[in-house]
């Protein structure tokens, strides 16, 4: 069983606390490896890519790690943690283009289960389909 | 020949922190017209950090100090300016040869090339890069012309205003201002502001001593 780690990023610290929240209520149980990289150091808005290389070398077990995020600098953030990282452990990580929240939810569900990397991160990004089958979007 | 010693590079980045930090409302305001009304309040922050950790440890040599100021804006700005100065710093730090005109001209081209290579960002997208490549490639010919260096920093800073200025009337297409299509258009942009007095910082400092 493989034992993949996630990481949240995004500019508020209350949005990736509660989609954590959100994303656990789904697994009771887990010792799934969820970690939080969100927010300046001073409680504003804002993302810190040191801050999102600390978050995955600690979600990674060896396993790799799929890296969820919101927009903006988010995204060039969790790309600049890539540089900061060791070569091995840089080659473990996937960042998804899922939306965070439902890409989050999706990604916990199969990743508590055991899945591989590549499983969990098809699973992020299929986070839409439940809720464009429901609407007909 | 002027060089560009350890302390002349501190200098520059303590004249940015000072610059930013004085137009601080008016990159905000810049940014509140067309994007999310953070980038003067960033770049003060991640400036006064930089600063901060200049002083809180001396850097041993110009690519220690360049790579301080890079882990700081990477970690301390917040926003999206972070990523992409914290890289132009980075990459400035690896290239950073000697103490030579020539070299810094080198150092600061990789930088703009690592800014391009991150926020995938080409010229006329109205972003920092249409204020940096101009102001590089102004460098690099001014230099290689065998210019001095503050006559050389002197024309990089006036193709970076020309770059910023050029794009002002276009639309954004990179960035939250991107979101606004149509209604970015006649607005300076931010980012491009904010590079303006990087390099305008530049030909204020380095080559003078």
Do not use: C
């Not at chain 2, 209604?183 to 910082?201: C, K, M």
């Amino acid at each position: 069983m493989a034992a993949v780690g996630i990481v949240v990023v995004s500019h508020s610290r209350p949005l990736a606390d509660a989609a954590v929240e959100l994303a656990r209520q789904m697994l009771p149980n887990s010792t799934l490896a969820i970690e939080v990289a969100a927010g300046t150091d001073d409680g504003g808005l804002g993302t810190d890519a040191v801050a999102v290389s600390t978050a995955i070398a600690a979600a990674d077990t060896g396993d790799g790690v799929v890296v969820l995020m919101d927009l903006g600098s988010a995204v060039m953030s969790a790309e600049t943690a890539l540089e900061l990282l060791d070569d091995d452990v840089r080659a473990r990580v996937v960042l998804s283009a899922a939306p965070l929240v439902e890409g989050l939810v999706g990604a916990a569900v199969v990743a508590a289960g055991g899945a591989d990397r590549d499983r969990v991160a098809a699973e992020a990004l299929r986070g839409l389909a439940p809720k464009q089958a429901h609407l007909g979007g | 020949m002027a060089t560009v010693e350890t302390d002349a590079l501190g200098a520059w980045v303590r004249e940015y922190a000072r610059a930013v930090t004085e137009h601080r409302d008016e990159l905000t305001e810049l940014d509140s017209a067309i994007g999310d009304a953070d980038h003067g309040t960033n770049m003060h922050r991640g400036m006064t950090a930089a600063v901060a950790a200049l002083d809180a440890s001396p850097p041993a040599d110009g690519a220690a100090l360049l790579k301080t100021v890079a882990m700081t804006m990477i970690s301390k700005v917040g926003g999206t300016s972070g990523p992409l100065y914290g890289t132009l710093f980075l990459r400035m730090s690896g290239a950073l040869d000697d103490g030579s005109p020539a070299a810094f001209a080198a150092a600061f081209r990789a930088g703009v090339e690592g800014v391009v290579a991150r926020g995938k960002a080409e010229l006329q997208d109205k972003t920092m890069v249409d204020a940096l490549l101009p102001a590089a490639d102004a460098l690099t010919e001014a230099i290689g012309a065998g210019q001095e260096l503050d006559t050389a920093l002197r024309a990089a800073a006036d193709a970076a205003a020309r770059g910023r200025d050029s794009v002002t009337p276009l639309v954004a297409r990179k960035g939250r201002a991107s979101y606004l299509g149509e209604r970015s258009a006649d607005h300076v942009d931010p980012g491009a502001e904010s590079a303006v007095l990087l390099v305008e910082a530049a030909a204020a400092t380095l080559g003078r001593s």
